[in-house]
């Protein structure tokens, strides 16, 4: 059974930095695609950051210069490093997985989610 638990979210100033950790279980990270996603009161889903299976990497553009995504094999961790963070950066942030190795900013081709970890930055 596929497990994501995400971790690291909290309260920030703006241009603060913040690092969330996604715990991975029954799932192998190198061999299929993996992102994070956010979501705010009354607004749709985003798609973050994505990761592939060889580590290439692709990010929204509201995020991109600010955000890293990386994984660690070993660990079986997803990690999103948000650096300069801005108000409205604050949204539930999830992670998820493919069962296919691509990467995608689109959550409809993801197979299985966290919980989500909250992430507050304020003015």
């Known amino acids: 059974q596929v497990q994501l638990v995400e971790s690291g979210g909290g309260s920030v100033q703006a241009g603060g930095s913040l690092r969330l950790s996604c715990a991975a279980s029954?799932?192998?990270?190198?061999?299929?695609?993996m992102g994070w996603f956010r979501q705010a009161p009354g607004k749709e889903r985003e798609g973050v950051a994505t990761i592939n299976d060889v580590g290439s990497t692709d990010y929204a553009d509201s995020v991109t210069g600010r955000f890293t995504i990386s994984k660690d094999v070993a660990k079986n961790t997803l990690y999103l490093q948000m650096n300069s963070l801005k108000p409205e950066d604050t949204a539930m942030y999830f992670c998820a997985a493919r069962s296919y190795p691509g990467m995608s900013l689109n959550g409809d081709r993801y197979k299985y989610w966290g919980q989500g970890t909250q992430v507050t930055v304020s003015s």
């Open positions: 029954g799932y192998t990270s190198d061999r299929y695609g």
